[in-house]
């Protein structure tokens, strides 16, 4: 039942890369509309995440934001046909480019592309592997035929693949080899190598291990931001210089730089950030949970 189940996401999938993009995309927002309907887990879970992190908002302007959100959220996966299954030369018809360093450069300083969980992410970290060998750490699914068939698609272009809990010798080896890595750290991935910071004033359970590969590797942290652009357009891809004095040598402070990074960001563009993850699991002692 399940290969049958993960034959029909991947064949949905691609027929959605030989359509137009315009129109996967209005279909992912009205899917998105009617599915925020619904009540559901997952809108529980974006609804918790806004009355948290924007407490100013009335209850009315938190509804419309978690609506064009899920919204995004929605269209994100119907749109994985075209940057799954599209061509090169498709993909990059709809990425355009930003960026505060040389794209050309041949990496001779070890460098961390910093990700966040933003609508349009999954879209622009695939074209930049076609521009530039590279490695991806990535969180295995529970699925194993899923989890194939996702770890085949985001390497087609010759992505490294490196699951997010292997060993970090393996990710310093890519590193110092001149090959870049690219990682998210805006998930709660547990309390092992984490530390609690706020995000939005709320203690989040956040990840050391950017600043320590950074501090073993001597690597730079060049922060980099998705954007879904307005008017069915394509994508944006955001390449903001190195962090400056990153790691610093205290790694509670590096991961609050990098939470002040992302909350900057996220007030640019709230609805296409992932708030339906649950980016507050994990509660510091003492304090209830908040799901």
Same mark, same amino acid.
């Given at each position: 039942?399940?290969?049958? #189940? /993960?034959?029909?996401? $991947?064949?949905?999938?691609?027929?959605?890369?030989?359509?137009?993009?315009?129109?996967?995309?209005?279909?992912?927002?009205?899917?998105?509309?009617?599915?925020?309907?619904?009540?559901?887990? !997952?809108?529980?879970?974006?609804?918790?995440?806004?009355?948290?992190?924007?407490?100013?908002?009335?209850?009315? #302007?938190?509804?419309?934001?978690?609506?064009?959100? =899920?919204?995004?959220?929605?269209?994100?996966?119907?749109?994985?046909?075209? #940057?799954?299954?599209?061509?090169?030369?498709?993909?990059?018809?709809?990425?355009?480019?930003?960026?505060? @360093?040389?794209?050309?450069?041949?990496?001779?300083? %070890? /460098?961390? =592309?910093?990700?966040?969980?933003?609508?349009?992410?999954?879209?622009?970290?695939?074209?930049? $592997?076609?521009? &530039?060998?590279?490695?991806?750490?990535?969180?295995?699914?529970?699925?194993?035929? /899923?989890?194939? @068939?996702?770890?085949? #698609?985001?390497?087609?272009?010759?992505?490294?693949?490196?699951?997010? &809990?292997?060993?970090? !010798?393996?990710?310093?080896?890519?590193?110092?080899?001149?090959?870049?890595?690219?990682?998210?750290?805006?998930?709660? =991935?547990?309390?092992?190598?984490?530390?609690?910071?706020?995000? =939005?004033?709320?203690?989040?359970?956040?990840?050391?291990?950017?600043?320590?590969?950074?501090?073993?590797?001597?690597?730079?942290?060049?922060?980099?931001?998705?954007?879904?652009? %307005?008017?069915?357009?394509?994508?944006?891809?955001? @390449? &903001?210089?190195?962090?400056?004095?990153?790691?610093?040598?205290?790694?509670?402070?590096?991961?609050?730089?990098?939470?002040?990074?992302?909350?900057?960001?996220?007030?640019?563009?709230?609805?296409?950030?992932?708030?339906? &993850?649950?980016?507050?699991?994990?509660?510091?002692?003492?304090?209830?949970?908040?799901?």
């Amino acid at each position: 039942m399940k290969y049958l #189940q /993960t034959a029909l996401i $991947s064949g949905l999938l691609r027929t959605f890369a030989v359509l137009p993009y315009g129109l996967v995309a209005r279909l992912g927002e009205a899917l998105g509309y009617l599915l925020y309907l619904i009540p559901g887990r !997952r809108r529980h879970i974006l609804r918790t995440n806004l009355r948290l992190c924007f407490p100013e908002q009335s209850a009315a #302007q938190r509804d419309r934001l978690a609506r064009t959100s =899920f919204q995004h959220v929605i269209r994100s996966y119907l749109e994985r046909g075209t #940057q799954w299954y599209g061509s090169a030369r498709a993909l990059s018809r709809l990425v355009q480019v930003d960026s505060a @360093i040389d794209l050309q450069d041949r990496y001779d300083q %070890p /460098t961390i =592309f910093l990700g966040f969980h933003f609508a349009a992410i999954e879209a622009t970290c695939l074209y930049y $592997s076609i521009l &530039h060998p590279m490695a991806s750490l990535y969180t295995p699914m529970s699925d194993e035929v /899923t989890n194939a @068939i996702s770890k085949g #698609q985001r390497s087609r272009f010759g992505t490294e693949m490196i699951p997010r &809990h292997g060993s970090a !010798r393996d990710i310093l080896k890519v590193l110092k080899s001149g090959k870049p890595v690219m990682l998210a750290a805006d998930m709660d =991935f547990g309390l092992r190598d984490s530390v609690f910071v706020p995000f =939005f004033g709320v203690e989040a359970c956040t990840l050391t291990a950017v600043s320590r590969l950074a501090q073993l590797s001597g690597a730079r942290v060049v922060p980099f931001v998705s954007e879904v652009l %307005p008017d069915y357009r394509g994508y944006k891809l955001q @390449i &903001h210089p190195a962090l400056a004095a990153f790691p610093s040598g205290d790694v509670r402070a590096d991961a609050l730089t990098m939470n002040q990074f992302l909350e900057a960001r996220i007030r640019e563009t709230p609805d296409q950030y992932y708030w339906v &993850h649950r980016r507050f699991k994990r509660r510091p002692q003492g304090e209830a949970p908040v799901y």
